[in-house]
């Protein structure tokens, strides 16, 4: 079964200050991972997603998030927050193949403190 | 472009009330998945339509039913409300109903039910 695993509930982080949002994931099979945003009474916007080929994956706004197929960890970073990154993030994970089921993760509240 | 509208935003039901959302995807996306995302918690998958036929189903009871239109618009029923059902209701379509080479998911804003 699929499962995703975000350590980290909440994350302060000083403007432009690194940040990086933690995630894990399980399955028995091939996977495909994503990175989703959330900002307060919106929907969920793609950062960036992993389907194969080169492990680090660039998105938008800035965030790139790294493939570790032998720690099953999918870990977003960014060099240098901005206020406007405040938001909530979610780690997600579908199988290769099949309908389009995705799995989230239960989120990281990032607050970038001025 | 229009996104992923969705209707209505917000609404309150009693237990017991039957509940119907509504979904309209991006024009020319085929394919429309239900989730719901509970207060904390990480959105969970519910259904996912293409073609009009079922592709995919959650972890949900038979309460919960939903159906696609010839226009690729969706509906999500839930009924017998419970408490736990408060919760807000994502939809989110997607140009091909399988793959993510060129399926990327597209969220509209939610229906936010509250359940008394």
């Known amino acids: 079964a699929q499962s995703v695993t975000q350590l980290d509930s909440q994350v302060p982080v000083f403007e432009e200050a690194p940040v990086e949002l933690r995630c894990n994931y399980s399955?028995?099979?091939?996977?495909?991972l994503f990175w989703y945003v959330q900002y307060p009474n919106q929907g969920l916007q793609l950062l960036l997603k992993?389907?194969?080929?080169?492990?680090l994956v660039k998105g938008i706004n800035g965030f790139e998030a790294e493939f570790n197929k032998s720690q099953t960890s999918f870990h977003l970073r960014k060099p240098s927050v901005h206020i406007s990154d405040t938001a909530e993030y979610f780690c997600?994970?579908?199988?290769?193949?099949?309908?389009?089921?995705?799995?989230f993760g239960t989120g990281t509240k990032l607050q970038v403190i001025p | 472009d229009a996104g992923v509208t969705q209707s209505p935003t917000h609404l309150i039901k009693t237990r017991g009330q039957q509940v119907t959302l509504r979904c309209s995807p991006i024009s020319g996306h085929k394919s429309v998945s239900w989730y719901q995302q509970v207060l904390g918690q990480g959105p969970q998958f519910i259904f996912q339509?293409?073609?009009?036929?079922?592709?995919g189903r959650g972890n949900f009871p038979d309460r919960f039913s939903a159906r696609q239109f010839p226009n690729y618009s969706s509906e999500l029923n839930v009924n017998a409300l419970l408490l736990g059902d408060s919760a807000l209701y994502l939809c989110?379509?997607?140009?091909?109903?399988?793959?993510?080479?060129?399926?990327?998911?597209?969220f509209g804003e939610g229906s936010r039910l509250t359940v008394l």
């Open positions: 339509y293409y073609e009009k036929e079922e592709r």
């Open positions: 399955s028995s099979v091939s996977v495909y």
């Open positions: 992993y389907l194969s080929g080169s492990t």
């Open positions: 997600a994970v579908s199988y290769s193949g099949g309908y389009q089921k995705v799995t």
């Open positions: 989110a379509s997607s140009l091909t109903g399988t793959g993510w080479d060129t399926g990327e998911l597209f």
